[in-house]
């Protein structure tokens, strides 16, 4: 099913989390998408994102009006220097949703696929459990930092996401390649001077949630699509 929103993109807004660290630095939870892009449009406070490539480490300064962007690949990392809240557009709406990404745990938890899932799993109290899992994946990440080992990391989050390969399949088709394809028959229905779809113009409207989420780097509002009936609820909730 195509989201209500351009493109088949994914929004949410999110509230970074004031927690400090073990480095004393406030914020998120290092994580890495393998196919999905996504950008950050700052509309309040101040802090950076910190990034790790294969090109190295970097710390991007966030300032209201700022649009950040990064592509799959990039490990990162946001930092609240006060109050910090964001926009976040994810490309392949309800693909994130289904486990497109990877905590930067420590080796061995990542090496074992149910330690994995019980620290990224969120249970019984979830900010108690959001605050461990970041916890968990600062040390990992910060180890990335200091001794590398990109490139392992980056074999390690094949291993643990490649049963999932074929259920995103589905859902990219269903979602941003389905919304592609209808720009696609437009232009042709356009250029054989059918103006049929015009007449099917239509708004829509979603609400923002009620009640946060403790995502991966904050407190997080997404608004999602309506549900498919067809489609079985996620079994994995990773922002």
Same mark, same amino acid.
């Given at each position: 099913?195509?989201?209500?929103?351009?493109?088949?993109?994914?929004?949410?807004?999110?509230?970074?989390?004031?927690?400090?660290?073990?480095?004393? !630095?406030?914020?998120?939870?290092?994580?890495?998408?393998?196919? /999905?892009?996504?950008?950050?449009?700052?509309?309040?406070?101040?802090?950076?994102?910190?990034?790790?490539?294969? @090109? *190295?480490?970097?710390?991007?300064?966030?300032?209201? *009006?700022?649009?950040?962007?990064?592509?799959?690949?990039?490990?990162?990392?946001?930092?609240?220097?006060?109050?910090?809240? !964001?926009?976040?557009?994810?490309?392949? @709406?309800?693909?994130?949703?289904?486990?497109?990404?990877?905590?930067?745990?420590?080796?061995?938890?990542?090496?074992?696929?149910?330690?994995?899932? $019980?620290?990224?799993?969120?249970?019984?109290?979830?900010?108690? #459990?959001? =605050?461990?899992?970041?916890?968990? #994946?600062?040390? *990992?990440?910060?180890?990335? /930092? $200091?001794?590398?080992?990109?490139?392992?990391?980056?074999?390690?989050?094949? $291993?643990?996401?490649?049963?999932?390969?074929?259920?995103?399949?589905?859902?990219?088709?269903?979602?941003?390649?389905?919304?592609?394809?209808?720009?696609?028959?437009?232009?042709?229905?356009?250029?054989?001077?059918?103006? @049929?779809?015009?007449?099917?113009?239509?708004?829509?409207?979603?609400?923002?949630?009620?009640?946060?989420?403790?995502?991966? /780097?904050?407190? !997080?509002?997404?608004?999602?699509?309506?549900?498919?009936?067809?489609?079985?609820? !996620?079994?994995?909730?990773? =922002?």
């Amino acid at each position: 099913m195509v989201t209500p929103l351009p493109g088949g993109v994914g929004l949410s807004d999110l509230t970074v989390y004031e927690w400090e660290g073990a480095d004393g !630095l406030c914020g998120g939870t290092p994580h890495m998408h393998l196919v /999905c892009s996504e950008a950050y449009v700052v509309i309040g406070g101040a802090g950076s994102v910190q990034t790790l490539t294969t @090109s *190295g480490f970097a710390d991007t300064p966030l300032r209201p *009006g700022d649009v950040v962007g990064f592509t799959p690949g990039t490990i990162h990392r946001l930092v609240n220097a006060g109050d910090l809240r !964001l926009v976040v557009l994810m490309q392949n @709406s309800g693909l994130p949703e289904a486990g497109d990404a990877v905590f930067t745990f420590p080796a061995p938890v990542l090496a074992d696929l149910d330690a994995y899932r $019980r620290a990224a799993v969120l249970s019984g109290d979830h900010a108690a #459990a959001a =605050r461990r899992r970041r916890d968990l #994946a600062l040390e *990992g990440f910060l180890a990335l /930092c $200091r001794d590398g080992g990109l490139r392992e990391f980056h074999a390690a989050a094949h $291993r643990l996401k490649s049963a999932l390969l074929d259920a995103w399949d589905v859902r990219w088709r269903d979602g941003a390649l389905a919304a592609a394809h209808e720009t696609g028959r437009q232009l042709e229905r356009l250029k054989a001077g059918d103006l @049929s779809h015009l007449d099917q113009g239509a708004v829509s409207r979603l609400d923002r949630p009620k009640v946060p989420l403790f995502g991966m /780097c904050g407190r !997080l509002h997404p608004y999602t699509a309506p549900a498919d009936p067809h489609r079985p609820p !996620l079994k994995e909730r990773i =922002r």
